[in-house]
């Protein structure tokens, strides 16, 4: 009888045991360090389908306002201009025509140091990030990164692609590299803790020989591969959900060159152009046309079409921006349905893209601010909404 109870007895506790042994098992795995990543689709636009809502406001709203205007950009237009270095609140796109641009550029060439290949810290640079997101302005990224195999900059074009790729050699330590770019996005949050939009634009101008990841140093395979591994490594890896993914061509209008190094509509959200062959009236037909390539391509596959990045260095014509930029944009009705246009950075009275307080093109800006067509920040929507 006794040894019959404590044998029951002993069952009791074996069940009581295993009992609370397989609830752990289930807690563990369900909130433990094992937990599934979030799956709860937001849109069936982008290629992050689980994209934040700011970021899908973007994009949509990107499409709405390119239907009538074209959002003016500038590269690194809050870190420095002409004869100023990180200054508060300053902007040579301001000072001459009393508004912010409605796009800022900037680029993350070495992004292993604590200032990029221009000298822009890159606390400062998430700071003014954040800045113009605040004012309702847009940010569109670039990354001049060294070559991984040589460590030379992003113009050593000497073959690097093919042993960072899955499974090569250099594969998981240029995963490093891209650890840096992640935690520097991740880093791009609101006071009230809403992750900033931006609009990545990796491995751009890759229908050029000059960098790393250009036709001279990797096939089309492998271009495409470096731009899915890249993708898949922010997206799904590190879960980053504020990303639109620009790629930028450059100087064609022809369709076939285009997308003959292209990733594919599911790996991109922007069909951009870098366009710098503007330096003649003669050459407006051929970014007019090129302009309206990619803003009829961007309507038939859902995208959005922006001139990424443009200029004549020194801007050597006082009409440029009326007489070339925005005669290029207006060519016809296509070309017109770009989202943005941005020109490059403003180094210094020798490299500049921009105009500034005193430069000859200063009054032609004036014209081309008050053109209709144009949007600064002062014209912008929510776009975030
Ligand atoms: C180039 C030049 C360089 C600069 C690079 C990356 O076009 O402006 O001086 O280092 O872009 O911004």
Redesign the pocket.
């Known amino acids: 009888m006794v040894n019959a109870m404590s044998q029951n007895r002993n069952m009791i506790y074996i069940g009581i045991i295993f009992i609370l042994f397989f609830f752990g098992c289930h807690r563990d795995s369900s909130t433990g360090p094992n937990e599934k990543k979030t799956t709860t689709k937001t849109n069936d636009l982008l290629v992050d389908t689980l994209a934040t809502a700011e970021t899908i406001a973007l994009f949509k709203n990107l499409q709405q306002i390119s239907q009538t205007g074209v959002l003016f950009g500038h ?1 690194d237009d809050l870190a420095y201009g002409v004869g100023w270095w990180a200054e508060a609140g300053r902007s040579d796109v301001r000072e001459v025509c009393g508004d912010y641009p409605a796009v800022y550029g900037w ?1 993350l ?1 070495d992004i292993q140091k604590e200032a990029n ?2 000298g822009v810290n890159f606390t400062q640079m998430k700071g003014w990030i954040i800045e113009a997101y605040n004012r309702g302005g847009i940010n569109t990224i ?1 990354m ?1 990164l060294d070559n991984p195999v040589t460590q030379g900059d992003a113009w050593d074009n000497s073959p690097a692609v093919r042993y960072i790729l899955p499974g090569q050699s250099r594969h998981s330590s240029y995963l490093k590299t891209l650890d840096l770019i992640a935690a520097f996005l991740k880093d791009l949050k609101s006071s009230n803790g809403i992750f900033v939009p931006v609009i990545l634009r990796p491995y751009h101008e890759h229908t050029q020989t000059w960098s790393w990841w250009g036709t001279s140093s990797c096939t089309k395979e492998e271009y495409n591969a470096l731009w899915k591994m890249t993708v898949e490594y922010f997206r799904d890896e590190h879960e980053l959900h504020h990303i639109l993914y620009a790629i930028s061509p450059q100087d064609t209008n022809s369709e076939t060159v285009y997308f003959e190094r292209y990733p594919g509509d599911d790996y991109v959200d922007i069909l951009g152009l870098d366009y710098y062959q503007l330096w003649s009236t003669s050459r407006v037909p051929h970014l007019g046309k090129a302009l309206e390539m990619i803003a009829k391509q961007a309507d038939l596959r859902g995208k959005v079409a922006a001139l990424t990045e443009t200029g004549v260095e020194k801007v050597p014509y006082t009409d440029w921006w009326t007489n070339y930029l925005l005669a290029s944009l207006k060519y016809n009705e296509s070309s017109r349905k770009i989202a943005w246009a941005l020109v ?2 403003n ?1 210094s009275t020798d ?1 500049h893209f921009g105009p500034y307080p005193g430069h000859g093109s200063a009054p032609d800006f004036v014209k081309f601010y008050n053109d209709p067509l144009t949007v600064f920040e002062k014209d912008l929507p929510d776009m975030y909404q």
């Open positions: 590269q680029d060439g290949l221009d670039s001049h490059w950075r180094a490299h």
